[in-house]
């Protein structure tokens, strides 16, 4: 018995357009072609083939992976081994779920516990060359002083767009000890109103803000969470980046 294209498109339950697609690519050939008409026809143990192939690809697999194991020349092996990939690829695709539903979690939480939100994403930095100044201060407003000598040490025509500040440590770790920067984008003598050095690439949890200073602790809060949420540590000293009236709030990022 011997069925055209349309009857066995009917019987199978799988539309014309995918049988020629499925002949094309190698995948399901008709079982014979009518010299004549030029009518692709198939027989009736191409149903189970072709219940296999649409098995497998309800399982996630790629038509590339089904064309190695669907025919009469493979194995069982090859089948299993495709099998036991797919699982890995499920049990993967499974803690990834729960891990994005943690992370949904803890941004639903944040509504609920904030009037506003802070989103947070990862970016990379590159080096950036910078004149600094690293000093201890007892409040954080202190550090105002610190910059504006800075400022005025940096000559303008060498200083770029990139200013902020690092801090070292913070009001939890009992003490505070910020370090002023400027991009320098010319070279320009050494000074001992400032340090010349390299800040180096890094990849950041970055958030942004007013500069009020409520805003700036709800943004530092919100990292805070971030980091933890997402299994990270802190890899260098917290970065806030100036711009204009908003600031940019940088964790460096190292896997916990």
Same mark, same amino acid.
């Given at each position: 018995?011997?069925? /055209? ?21 190698? @995948?399901?050939?008709?079982?014979? %072609?009518?010299? /004549? *008409? /030029?009518? +692709? ?27 190695? !194991?669907?025919?009469?020349? *493979? ?20 803690? &990834?779920? +729960? ?9 639903? #939480? ?6 506003? *939100? ?6 990379? +930095?590159? &080096?950036?060359? !910078?004149?600094?100044? /690293?000093?201890? %201060? ?20 060498? &200083? ?42 890094? *990849? !950041? &949890? ?14 530092? #809060?919100?990292?805070? +969470?971030?980091?933890?949420?997402? #299994?990270?540590? @802190? ?22």
């Amino acid at each position: 018995m011997r069925y /055209r294209i349309g009857e066995f498109a009917e019987l199978s339950g799988v539309s014309v357009k995918t049988l020629r697609f499925y002949d094309q690519i190698g @995948l399901l050939r008709p079982a014979a %072609v009518d010299p /004549r *008409t /030029r009518y +692709r026809l198939y027989v009736p143990r191409q149903l189970q083939e072709l219940a296999s192939i649409r098995a497998l690809q309800e399982l996630g697999a790629s038509l590339q992976d089904i064309r190695s !194991v669907v025919g009469s020349d *493979t194995s069982l092996a090859e089948r299993r081994r495709l099998l036991e990939r797919l699982k890995v690829d499920a049990e993967l695709s499974m803690v &990834a779920a +729960r891990r994005s539903l943690a992370w949904i979690d803890g941004a639903l #939480d944040e509504l609920q516990d904030f009037d506003r *939100t802070v989103s947070v994403v990862v970016k990379s +930095r590159p &080096a950036v060359r !910078v004149a600094s100044v /690293r000093a201890k %201060v007892t409040r954080y407003s202190d550090i105002v002083a610190v910059e504006r000598d800075l400022q005025r040490a940096v000559p303008s025509e060498a &200083a770029g767009d990139l200013q902020g500040v690092l801090w070292h440590r913070c009001a939890d770790s009992g003490s505070l000890e910020g370090e002023p920067f400027i991009e320098v984008k010319r070279n320009v003598c050494r000074c001992a109103a400032y340090e010349l050095k390299h800040l180096p690439p890094v *990849t !950041v &949890a970055s958030a942004y803000c007013d500069s009020e200073d409520d805003a700036a602790e709800h943004a530092y #809060d919100a990292l805070r +969470r971030w980091m933890h949420l997402h #299994d990270y540590r @802190l890899a260098g000293p917290k970065r806030e980046i100036y711009l204009g009236r908003m600031l940019e709030i940088q964790f460096p990022l190292q896997s916990a």
